[in-house]
């Protein structure tokens, strides 16, 4: 009874040990303190199959991965009074990089002291008009803009793309300016997130959803990880998610979405949760272990105890 309990048990965690998907990718901009750890995201096995880092050129860490291993994706971030975004994805083009989709836009509803990019939907339509466009004739995916979380985002989408149609109809003929993918931000729990992705659905249908930041911020460890794995499993059960990114890759005492959210460590050590975006299984790392700093001092305390050592033999 014990053994097969326990049989059954082993099969059950081996069947749970690993989801895989291929919609992960990674939402990640260097860390100048820990350079260490841009090499953990691309190591064989990884699931991550593409990245962003809010930025329209790709990070230099990434620079050795093939376009198609590890696919970048050029964001155009904010407010810009030229066509330098659409200038620099022709220059990747150009320069051989298979750049297929875009991103626009980071949190444009929101304040800048919270990381959004503030702008006007009048503003933004404008610069929609110079910098996506012309990449959207040229076959590449663009995403709508991705907004915060908040109930302002359907509103400042739907005044954005009314304010591009004006700037594209002439009289008599309404032109809509259009778009590949929706693309979702979510802090909280998860029927909250559901109920956004609903949101989204009912305002703009028949569109793929890509949610490109998304935890359940501050929470314990525990209610945490509850909501990676059902999140995780919601997107890749439904057709309507082709991609998501985890906002979590960084260490804990870096984190701004709570020292618990996070994918690595103080030490740069994947925590469950970030082995399992990986496509790997726990690793029993408890985000809020490790601390480089003080283990170097460690190091340096052990170094000096071993010399004085060494004074006393002589
Ligand atoms: C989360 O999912 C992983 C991988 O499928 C599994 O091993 C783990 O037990 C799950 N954890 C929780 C808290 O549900
Ligand atoms: C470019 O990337 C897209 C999407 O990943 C892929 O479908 C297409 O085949 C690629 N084209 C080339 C020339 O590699
Ligand atoms: C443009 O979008 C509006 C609002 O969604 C819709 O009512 C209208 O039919 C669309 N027009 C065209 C030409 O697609
Ligand atoms: C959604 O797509 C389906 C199939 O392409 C189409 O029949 C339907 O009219 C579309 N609905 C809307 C609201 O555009
Ligand atoms: C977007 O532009 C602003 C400023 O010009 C107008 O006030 C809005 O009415 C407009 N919105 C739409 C949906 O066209």
């Given at each position: 009874?014990?053994?097969s309990?326990?049989?059954?048990?082993?099969?059950l965690?081996?069947?749970?040990?690993q989801?895989?998907s291929?919609?992960r990718?990674?939402?990640?901009?260097?860390n100048?303190?820990?350079p260490e750890?841009?090499?953990i995201?691309v190591?064989d096995g990884?699931d991550l199959?593409?990245y962003?880092?809010?930025d329209p050129t790709?990070s230099s860490?990434f620079?050795s991965q093939?376009?198609?291993?590890f696919?970048?994706?050029?964001?155009?971030?904010?407010?810009?009074?030229?066509?330098s975004?659409l200038?620099?994805?022709?220059?990747?083009?150009d320069?051989?990089?298979n750049?297929?989709?875009?991103?626009?836009?980071?949190?444009?509803?929101?304040?800048?002291?919270?990381?959004?990019?503030?702008?006007?939907?009048?503003?933004a339509a404008?610069?929609w008009v110079?910098n996506?466009?012309p990449l959207?004739?040229?076959?590449?995916?663009?995403?709508l803009?991705?907004c915060?979380?908040?109930?302002?985002?359907?509103?400042?989408?739907?005044?954005?793309?009314?304010?591009?149609s004006?700037?594209?109809?002439?009289n008599g003929n309404t032109?809509n300016c259009?778009?590949?993918?929706?693309t979702?931000?979510w802090?909280g729990?998860?029927e909250?997130?559901a109920?956004h992705?609903?949101?989204y659905?009912?305002?703009f249908p028949?569109?793929?959803?890509?949610?490109?930041e998304?935890?359940?911020?501050n929470?314990?460890?525990?209610?945490?990880?509850?909501?990676?794995?059902?999140?995780?499993e919601?997107?890749?059960?439904l057709d309507s998610?082709?991609?998501?990114?985890?906002?979590?890759s960084?260490?804990?005492?870096d984190s701004n979405v709570g020292?618990?959210a996070?994918?690595?460590n103080?030490d740069g050590?994947?925590?469950?949760i970030g082995s399992?975006?990986?496509g790997?299984?726990?690793?029993g790392?408890?985000?809020?272990?490790g601390?480089?700093?003080?283990s170097?001092v460690?190091v340096?305390?052990?170094?000096?105890?071993?010399l004085?050592g060494?004074?006393?033999l002589i």
């Open positions: 009874m014990r053994s309990l326990a049989l059954a048990a082993a099969v965690s081996v069947a749970h040990a989801t895989r291929d919609k990718g990674l939402v990640f901009v260097p100048k303190k820990s750890d841009n090499k995201w190591q990884s199959t593409w962003y880092n809010y790709p860490a620079s093939a376009q198609s291993d696919e970048f994706v050029p964001m155009l971030w904010g407010s810009i009074d030229d066509t975004f200038d620099s994805v022709n220059n990747l083009i320069g051989g990089r750049i297929s989709h875009v991103l626009t836009f980071n949190e444009p509803d929101g304040p800048t002291q919270y990381g959004g990019s503030n702008i006007y939907p009048w503003k404008q610069i110079d996506i466009i959207k004739e040229k076959g590449i995916k663009v995403g803009p991705a915060t979380g908040g109930t302002g985002g359907i509103p400042w989408l739907q005044q954005f793309l009314g304010n591009c004006q700037l594209i109809s002439t032109q259009s778009y590949d993918f929706v979702l931000h802090y729990n998860f909250g997130l109920s992705m609903g949101e659905s009912a305002a028949n569109k793929t959803q890509w949610i490109t998304y935890n359940f911020d929470q314990d460890l525990a209610t945490t990880q509850d909501f990676f794995n059902m999140s995780a919601y997107f890749d059960r998610v082709a991609r998501y990114s985890y906002f979590g960084f260490r804990s005492d020292p618990n996070v994918m690595l103080n050590d994947l925590t469950d399992w975006y990986l790997g299984v726990a690793t790392v408890d985000p809020q272990s601390s480089a700093a003080r170097q460690d340096l305390f052990a170094v000096a105890l071993a004085v060494s004074l006393f």
